[in-house]
């Protein structure tokens, strides 16, 4: 029932903005609200949906769910080219993709027992595929954070000293940036910490700051007038900042809940993670690891947004379990 509901707030928000641009209106404004508002750019993704849907007279209903699946096709193959730029072997590719697109807990099982649900049962920005069941912009927001994910530990690779360029992933950066900061902006602060350091580290390491300074520029400069705009339209905007006040006390679970959501897949991880602790290696393992603690620390610590830090969770999961997978779990199997 709670997921079920969680899921119907959500999409009703999403076909709430797809209905201003049936009535052809390009601002966005809260429909579930009787407060004056002035309107603001956001959701443009659905309100260009309602736009298509009077103009070519199209059902706005049939066209958000053909627009997610279509969204749904590309987040799939997103994290699937994701695993192929971290590993040759199919298998890795294979495990990496599987837990990534559906990997959940064992909260269908605890929760009924302590009488709450647990995000892997809730609609979850955690969750890949749980976004693809709620609306379009979540999934176009994972598979925009697995292209860019991509093109950074491409940069981030020892081996690899080129500037950035169109032909080499910067390009990536630029495209897939903007995309990320008008369709979910919350996802920037820590990607862009976990790319900024393991920019830093590497700088130090190899003696190039330069170089670091203009991969980390390509990803961030293209996007910052829109995250600008979205700051100063939350903290400039009473109501939104009382929405998204009101979202981030609902989208944080407890340590306890959140250790059951992951379940398996962590437990799977948990190897990869001990490895990446001890060894900090720069081959992705780093990267990965600042990513996922940046994002629980964001999550936990501030008094805003919260909940939404912990969006695409599970990609590092996944890659550590992965990991894991190849270096501890087979081997461990074969010997015994």
Same mark, same amino acid.
Not at 19 to 27: D, F, K, Y
Not at 47 to 76: E, K, N, T
Not at 193 to 207: C, D, H, Q, T
Not at 241 to 257: F, I, K, R, S
């Given at each position: 029932?709670? +997921? ?9 928000? /999403?076909?709430?903005?797809?209905? $201003?641009?049936? *009535? ?15 309107? &603001? ?5 659905? =309100? ?5 849907? @009077? ?24 994290? !699937? ?32 027992? &302590? *009488? ?5 049962? *809730? ?22 954070? +697995?292209?860019?994910?991509?093109? %950074? ?6 081996d690899f000293d080129a500037m950035p360029a169109v032909t080499n992933g910067g390009l990536t950066l630029i ?7 008008? =369709? ?10 976990? !790319?900024?350091? +393991?920019?830093?580290?590497?700088? /130090? @390491? @190899?003696?190039?700051?330069q170089r670091s300074l203009q991969w980390f520029g390509w990803f961030i400069i293209p996007a910052l007038p829109? #995250? ?31 250790? &059951? ?33 940046? %994002?629980?620390? $964001? ?5 805003? #947004? @919260? ?30």
């Open positions: 029932g709670a +997921s079920s509901t969680r899921t119907s707030q959500l999409t009703a928000s /999403a076909l709430a903005s797809v209905r $201003l641009g049936v *009535q052809n209106e390009w601002l966005w404004r809260d429909l579930h609200t009787p407060e004056p508002q002035r309107g &603001i750019v956001s959701d443009s993704l659905y =309100i260009v949906l309602g736009q298509i849907a @009077r103009i070519s007279r199209l059902d706005p209903l049939a066209l958000f769910h053909v627009a997610r699946a279509l969204a749904a096709l590309f987040m799939f193959h997103a994290l !699937y080219a994701l695993s192929a730029a971290i590993w040759t072997r199919v298998n890795s590719r294979r495990i990496f993709w599987l837990l990534a697109s559906v990997g959940a807990g064992v909260g269908w099982i605890v929760a009924p027992l &302590i *009488q709450q649900a647990t995000p892997d049962i *809730q609609i979850s920005l955690m969750f890949p595929f749980h976004a693809v069941l709620t609306n379009v912009h979540l999934p176009l927001a994972v598979g925009c954070i +697995s292209f860019l994910v991509a093109a %950074m530990l491409d940069s981030l690779r020892p495209v897939f940036s903007i995309t990320l900061a008008l =369709i979910f902006p919350q996802a920037f602060a820590p990607l862009g910490i976990a !790319y900024g350091l +393991s920019l830093a580290f590497e700088a /130090a @390491r @190899r003696k190039s700051t829109l #995250i600008v705009y979205n700051i100063i339209v939350v903290l400039g905007n009473p109501l939104i900042m009382e929405l998204w006040q009101l979202d981030a006390q609902d989208n944080v679970p407890t340590l306890a809940h959140l250790l &059951i959501a992951l379940g398996l897949p962590l437990v799977i991880a948990l190897p990869g993670l001990w490895r990446a602790l001890r060894r900090f290696e720069s081959d992705g393992s780093a990267f990965m690891l600042i990513w996922l603690i940046a %994002m629980l620390v $964001l999550a936990y610590t501030l008094p805003f #947004i @919260r909940g939404q830090f912990l969006f695409g969770l599970m990609l590092p999961i996944a890659y550590f379990a992965a990991r894991a997978s190849g270096d501890f779990w087979f081997p461990l199997i074969r010997q015994r």
